[in-house]
């Protein structure tokens, strides 16, 4: 009798413990900035950092993380999924259009029959400037940093991109291998301080806590100078013909010198924007490449290369530019060689050319079926019209973030790479003084470092689609909109992204099926992900 009674009361802990919420989540430390129209960022020390956890939803409920311009960081919410009658579904099946017709409501069928690609994850760039800027903050604050990135109880990153030897936000140019001069062996090849006292340190601090595998994605920006046409880091520049072994065989010297230090390369690029070498404004590393030359690289040498050693399982990713350039670089390197198609994985995408809609990327997989898009590279203020490099707290950049990462993951691309995980107050250090924006501003003589609103729009997508979810489809069903993507992840639930732009709020209904839907309420410039147990 004792043990039944025990029996009744252990069902009924657990099935009230589903509906818990919050976990003893920390808050956000928060802190105006005192700049009429930004957000707030949230501060973090030796001594506090604000977290959070994912709550399974319980079933037929929704759990809902709110960030908003008026200072809401992930706060959490649940609510029921409602069964409707047969009447009424077989009525919102015929009229749910003009149910909703005014700009405050919004409404969206979810087929989740209809899947599309599969997500690899989301994550930031390790560079020398991010992990310097680390290494000034105390041992405990530098674990709040990596846990929040990377731990269960911050936004769970799974994946990091490494510059191969240095980049712009180094604190001056460098690559490996740069003597003896013309040494076609590599015969001098070794990695930098910065990598064994900066890169790999914060990489390995990431894989302790991370509950996922990190996959490492590695570009570089310049061979040493000897290989170049120019002979210089900057500049109208490409690779020597002669040379064309010996640069693969760079990119085959760092995956394995990584691998000594238990760090394996999931992916390579086939060099970092390779315009810039082209163009005669950049100012910053840089090695240029024709589409056609880039194909026969690719095809002679790079390909072969990689293929033909142990780690003939590394993705090879091509372009690692601007989405407009990407048609030009695939047509003119099938030119240049067509095995060169066979030998890439994938194609790299960066986030400064989406003035250009994120539809050509749907046509790009369609013609190159098999071929993963992955963005590599984004932050905010890098432009010559961005007026402030930094803009503290600002939450206009973490809703183009988030505007043009659902765009994006709308148009195939499995996973989202962002730039520096963190900068000095000044957006560096960088050589070439290309300051930019980050989600993490690191103050090292306070010993603190704070969480801007870019943070939280990354953490949107990546706390809640984990590694393998997969998207579907979304039937807009109504003239009210929101921006919005959503996903069935491996333990079937549905992850849904939703942004509202507008300065009022917006009622959306969801509906998950035939029967159930629910009814979600969009603050005013809001982020919200929802996560229903159907």
Request: with cysteine; net charge neutral.
């Amino acid at each position: 009798m004792i043990n039944k009674h025990l029996s009744i009361f252990l069902v009924k802990a657990v099935f009230l413990s589903s509906f818990s919420i919050g976990k003893c989540d920390q808050p956000c430390s928060a802190r105006d900035v005192g700049i009429e129209g930004r957000s707030i960022v949230c501060v973090c020390n030796a001594a506090y950092c604000d977290t959070i956890t994912r709550d399974e939803p319980a079933w037929n409920t929704y759990v809902a993380y709110t960030s908003t311009r008026d200072g809401k960081r992930f706060e959490k919410s649940t609510g029921p999924i409602r069964f409707l009658t047969n009447a009424k579904a077989r009525n919102y099946g015929r009229s749910e259009k003009t149910q909703t017709r005014f700009a405050n409501e919004a409404s969206y069928r979810i087929n989740s029959n209809t899947r599309y690609q599969k997500v690899e994850g989301f994550g930031g760039s390790v560079t020398d400037a991010a992990s310097i800027n680390w290494r000034k903050l105390s041992d405990s604050t530098q674990r709040h940093f990596i846990n929040s990135y990377f731990g269960k109880e911050g936004i769970e990153y799974n994946m990091i991109r490494v510059p191969i030897g240095g980049a712009d936000f180094s604190t001056h140019p460098y690559t490996y291998n740069e003597s003896p001069w013309n040494d076609k062996t590599l015969s001098n090849y070794s990695l930098s301080a910065e990598d064994y006292f900066y890169k790999l340190p914060m990489i390995k601090q990431a894989q302790e806590v991370s509950t996922d595998e990190i996959k490492v994605t590695a570009s570089t920006w310049s061979p040493p100078v000897w290989m170049k046409t120019n002979q210089a880091i900057t500049g109208f520049a490409q690779l020597k013909p002669e040379f064309y072994q010996t640069y693969a065989d760079y990119h085959l010297r760092f995956i394995e010198e990584y691998d000594k230090a238990e760090v394996k390369i999931w992916a390579i690029t086939t060099t970092n924007e390779p315009i810039n070498g082209i163009v005669p404004f950049v100012d910053f590393n840089s090695l240029g490449w024709l589409p056609s030359d880039l194909g026969r690289w690719v095809a002679r040498n790079l390909g072969p290369t990689i293929r033909n050693s142990r780690f003939n399982d590394t993705l090879i990713l091509a372009v690692d530019d601007q989405r407009y350039l990407v048609d030009i670089y695939l047509g003119g390197m099938a030119l240049g060689d067509p095995k060169s198609l066979d030998y890439i994985d994938g194609i790299a995408l960066h986030y400064y050319g989406n003035f250009i809609p994120a539809g050509i990327l749907s046509n790009i997989q369609s013609r190159y079926p098999g071929k993963i898009l992955l963005s590599t590279e984004a932050c905010e203020g890098p432009m010559p019209w961005d007026i402030m490099q930094v803009k503290i707290g600002s939450w206009e950049r973490a809703q183009r973030y988030t505007r043009h990462i659902i765009d994006d993951l709308n148009n195939f691309v499995v996973g989202w790479i962002d730039w520096n995980l963190c900068l000095d107050e000044n957006g560096g250090p960088n050589w070439a003084h290309n300051y930019v924006d980050a989600p993490i501003l690191v103050y090292g003589d306070r010993d603190e470092f704070i969480k801007q609103p870019i943070f939280y729009a990354m953490g949107h997508f990546s706390k809640f689609i984990p590694r393998g979810s997969q998207r579907v489809e979304v039937m807009r069903t109504s003239l009210g909109h929101v921006h919005n993507a959503a996903f069935i992840t491996p333990q079937g639930n549905i992850v849904m992204v939703l942004q509202n732009l507008n300065q009022h709020e917006v009622q959306v209904n969801v509906a998950l099926s035939l029967l159930r839907s629910a009814q979600i309420t969009m603050e005013p410039e809001s982020i919200k992900t929802i996560e229903f147990n159907v």
